[in-house]
């Protein structure tokens, strides 16, 4: 079997790592973690010897010798997917809207992602949400609602967006996060849903491990409170 180690960011920040770091732990394909702390000295220089597009998280395989990078979080997932297709809905169709929600979260939410960056230590943070922030955050709601009553609907036992645990909780961890930290007030049938991926062992120990970290990004660190 080949050689696997996954490059990660801080805990504390860095929600594509997160995400990555999820589907493995939850592949039960063996791999081993490295940690490039961002915004330290020399961290961009540390990546790029990495991989040439200088982001993490990055997965490393090594395989008869050669060395095989890939370099963008959902291509890491369905690595790991092609080795525990469980990590996708069995459903044919059902897998291709747990897909197609995965690419929205890759692809969209800018205004929630630049006003509410993750920050896993922070609790109690206050950021007057504009209307682009709102919009982010009733379309994630949405999407929530619709993943999980369509998985009742469709007679699946688990309480997860696709019945069972998926690549598409995965994806919408870092978000769980972020709600949590700033506060959201969402919808209250979704909390249960909310306190689910919260209380995943997987989450809880990146959260545990997030809080151990002692690095600051200044930038990251929005809504301080006077108190």
């Not at 079997?1 to 995400?19: A, D, E, F, K, V």
């Not at 080795?83 to 929630?112: G, K």
């Given at each position: ?19 990555a770091w999820l589907v493995a732990q939850h592949s039960g394909v063996s ?197």
């Open positions: 079997m080949p050689h696997l180690t996954l490059i990660l960011g801080n805990r504390n920040y860095s929600s594509w790592s997160l995400r791999f081993a973690e490295e940690r490039i702390a961002l915004n330290q000295p020399g961290y961009q220089e540390a990546i790029k010897a990495r991989s040439k597009a200088a982001r993490v998280p990055i997965l490393e395989v090594r395989d008869e010798g050669r060395l095989h990078t890939i370099w963008d979080s959902l291509a890491i997932a369905e690595y790991f997917a092609e080795q525990n297709p469980a990590l996708w809905p069995h459903d044919l169709t059902l897998r291709a809207i747990a897909r197609s929600v995965c690419a929205e979260m890759h692809s969209s939410f800018p205004a929630l992602r630049s006003a509410l960056p993750m920050n896993c230590r922070a609790r109690n943070r206050k950021v007057a949400l504009s209307s682009d922030v709102r919009q982010d955050i009733e379309r994630i709601q949405a999407i929530w609602r619709e993943c999980l009553a369509l998985s009742a609907n469709s007679g699946l036992e688990g309480k997860w967006l696709f019945g069972e645990w998926s690549i598409a909780d995965a994806l919408y961890a870092p978000v769980v996060s972020r709600f949590a930290t700033y506060g959201v007030v969402l919808d209250p049938s979704l909390y249960d849903y909310v306190d689910r991926v919260s209380d995943d062992p997987h989450m809880v120990l990146w959260q545990q491990q997030a809080e151990a970290e002692r690095e600051v990004i200044e930038e990251e660190e929005v809504g301080l409170t006077s108190s």
